[in-house]
């Protein structure tokens, strides 16, 4: 493994405390499933620093008393579950949002966002040998070891959510151990969700009747009309983020490119929460007239993106490459960032444009 | 029961031969579940007067021999299902986005929808009973008494969605037999889905390996880019509408209503196909800024309609009011009919806006 120093010269970083980073695009677009080295990585607060042999997981709040599993439980006493699924920051292309008018958090680009197949136990299983009965109105809170604002990192998902066949306890990521920065030795993987409600280096589980109190899920992450203020903000009136929307980006070629004349090769993903994408828009000329684009994906993986490509014959000049999503409802995206725009800057999912050059 | 030509006098006829017609707006935004006579009507051929004596249901395709079930069979073998559900055709908007461009198709205003308590049978205790059993890749086609241009009118829809809790044969409207031209005796229900794939007046199930070769289903109600014309539209290249997608619409005031100074109240409808609507803006100038609605809907109907309202304080002159929703994944509506434009005038969901003047 190469140290944590090497990955972070791999990516672009953020911030190094808390550490936020992300790839250059056409890392990204490299392949179906992201190394974990090029993964975008979104903390909170430290890196916690664990031991596997000594780690425990509680889970609490079922029939019966609490349950504690090591990693060996874990992978011993539960059927081993794979899913190939994105993740996704709700901040993800946040940097269109701010050009717009300030907003809060890191300038991300489109690549707060990745693909793995994630190996370990289905958090249903776990659940239910602790004794949880599937009841409406039910929440999964989730805390975890890293330390935020002198609080440990906490959210929560509906029970629902967390008894889906899709939602995993993962140990591996791609058929390997977790890399620290990515939650060593387990964090949960809730396939469609925003990234914060798949917390890393998991400690305790507890089911109960309301969402996790935890500033991160109580405060952080709702989503708010364009007049609200950092001032005005009220989370109760704010709309949890918890499933992703429809999102397409250009990952090649790159903002400002230079390319010759002829034939050129425009690639991206698209991805959608709960819903297939079934269509991609690609614009050669900022949206005036689209052509589609060819889909790639995996039919075994409904959670994970879906790659596009297709070939522009643009004349000498600047262009403004554009591309949008259509998911299996109809529903597209809209034109611009001004229209979902908001103080946090999340769910920014605007058609994607870059500008290149022919030479 | 009125006669249809006196139901007819209560709405907008789009046509006769086949019957087509939609309620004024504010009729339909008068009550939550919207009276049969007030409930659009999409005909595609003609209006089959059948007797529910001696109507019959086949349903094969199944493990055994074909099943035969009467009218009193449905009421007696299975158990009663209700589900409060919108029906909305593909074509509801149309009317906006002909003024784009031509379109094909009757000009629906915002009033080819409505929401109504069904009663009847789970269409999956029909299957069962008919030995179905639930495998990937089958669709369940359903063929109905109307006659289109010298063929049954048929449609499909993928087996799980058929086998959905809330899909259902339904024999009542609001508790009352179903009205001839709301498919008497037997109409299905697919909640979330176009109207189209909610056949009336059926005479046949047939469980298949294939979605219906019927021209409704292979060939009409299909989604194209907006550079396809109906030349060079190829049914295998267009999306197959099923979910519907997000929408809003203003029904009070009306277009060009002269309102009076003061606080106005603005009400609506807002929709989604298979989410929960979680936030409605409104605009009094047109969607520079926006106000938000308080919502109201059934939270024991998933698949209905939210209402929402507000009120506005208008200055005097002309005034475009606006409304667009949000859905859970934070999804929301384009701004203009262009963006999702397509020349069949299918699933119009851009902001609904509507002109006022404050005398």
Redesign the interface.
């Known amino acids: 493994m190469s140290s944590l120093t090497e990955r972070k010269a791999r990516l672009i970083v953020h911030g190094d405390q808390p550490y936020n980073a992300e790839p250059p695009l056409d890392r990204l677009r490299a392949s179906y499933r992201t190394p974990a080295e090029d993964f975008y990585v979104r903390t909170h607060g430290d890196l916690p620093d664990l031991d596997e042999a000594t780690w425990r997981l509680t889970v609490d709040g079922g029939t019966g008393p609490a349950l504690e599993v090591s990693l060996s439980d874990l992978r011993t006493r539960f059927p081993v579950a794979m899913v190939t699924a994105t993740m996704q920051c709700a901040g993800n292309r946040r940097a269109d949002m701010r050009a717009v008018a300030p907003v809060s958090g890191d300038p991300w680009d489109a690549g707060a966002i990745g693909t793995a197949e994630w190996t370990g136990v289905r958090l249903g299983d776990v659940l239910r040998e602790a004794g949880v009965a599937e009841r409406v109105g039910l929440h999964v809170a989730f805390e975890s070891h890293d330390t935020v604002d002198g609080h440990p990192y906490g959210a929560s998902i509906p029970l629902a959510k967390a008894m889906a066949p899709e939602t995993v306890l993962a140990y591996a990521m791609n058929g390997e151990a977790l890399l620290p920065e990515h939650g060593f030795p387990v964090r949960a993987v809730v396939p469609g969700f925003a990234g914060v409600r798949s917390p890393k280096w998991l400690r305790r589980l507890t089911v109960q009747d309301h969402p996790s109190d935890n500033p991160i899920q109580a405060g952080d992450y709702k989503?708010y009309?364009?007049?609200v203020t950092a001032e005005t903000a009220d989370p109760a009136n704010g709309?949890t983020?918890?499933?992703?929307?429809?999102n397409a980006a250009i990952c090649e070629p790159a903002r400002g490119a230079i390319l010759k004349p002829g034939s050129n090769r425009i690639r991206g993903y698209a991805v959608?929460?709960?819903r297939t994408v079934?269509?991609v828009?690609v614009s050669g000329n900022g949206g005036w007239?689209?052509v589609?684009a060819e889909l790639e994906r995996d039919v075994a993986a409904p959670f994970a993106w879906t790659f596009w490509s297709t070939s522009l014959d643009l004349p000498p000049g600047e262009h403004e490459l554009a591309v949008r999503a259509?998911d299996?409802?109809?529903?597209?995206?809209?034109?611009l960032p001004d229209?979902?725009w908001n103080h946090k800057g999340?769910?920014c999912?605007c058609w994607h444009r870059v500008r290149v050059n022919i030479a």
């Open positions: 989503l009309p364009a007049d709309h983020i918890d499933t992703m929307p429809l959608s929460g709960d079934v269509r828009d007239s689209w589609q259509w299996e409802a109809g529903q597209t995206q809209p034109a229209e979902t999340y769910l999912a």
